[in-house]
């Protein structure tokens, strides 16, 4: 399998794939019962066992929350393949005074270094709650970004709302990059796929977009195709898989896809297809 292409982000080499967690942590957008079997399936050893697909295939990165079982699986991964993994990782923290001590923006950050995180991008849940549509403006980012540095890691910002890219921007804000959803269902998107499209063309740095597939439901050559082929170079993918094989199919249609080739996965069987052979 050849090596997947990459980008440059703050001065850091990322691959242009990036591996998702939502299959791993139970986050499956789809019901409680979705995310129940998937706690319950997944455990350090499954985790590993297809990070290392990631990995040999030189995607490198992983994108999470902070999380000691995720982390206990990477460092299983690393030893196994004997490569690296790059950590983007999405904290929730207090940005109103009396939420929990143990959710103080200090005490996140610093879990965040302690796992390894080359990336710091506060999750949607800090980012959207912080934009201001009125002022145009994310109040309160340059103290969050700030810490983020001070502690040798390199801040974004993730969002489900694409004015963030736009304010960020206009506001010369300290980041590097983006997280935004974009996928040809519109999934969780607020606006048209194309209006999501033009910002992420317009955004001054290279945007990790996310959920390509729409949680499932759209097919992976479908999902993969659209983002491919409306993506800058710089710009970036993540994605999410629940077995080794998922993992390893998702790497070879896109590897097909960014190289403009027919892909040439085998497809699924069922009696229905029968008079197609």
Known sequence: MAEFPRTLVGGVSLPRLIAGTNWFLGYSHTSLAKDKFIKEYQDQARIAKILEVFLEAGIDAVMAPPSQLLESAIRQAEDRAGKGMIRI??????????????????????????????????????????????????????????????????????????EAVVYADRMGADIDTYIQIYNAAGFLMQVEADWVMRIIHEAKKPVMTIKPLAAGRLLPVVGLAFVWSTLREQDMVTIGTTTPDEAKEVIELSLDLLSHEQPDNQLQRTRSKNSLN
């Open 89 to 162: 990782l999405t904290p929730i923290f207090n940005i109103t005074p009396g939420g929990p001590a143990d959710q103080e923006p200090q005490r996140m950050f610093d879990l965040c270094q302690e796992l390894d995180a080359s990336f710091c991008l506060p999750h949607q849940a800090v980012t959207d709650a912080l934009i201001d549509r009125r002022s145009g403006t994310i109040r309160d980012l340059g103290i969050y970004t700030s810490m983020i540095r001070e502690r040798g890691m390199i801040p974004g910002l993730s969002t489900h709302m694409p």
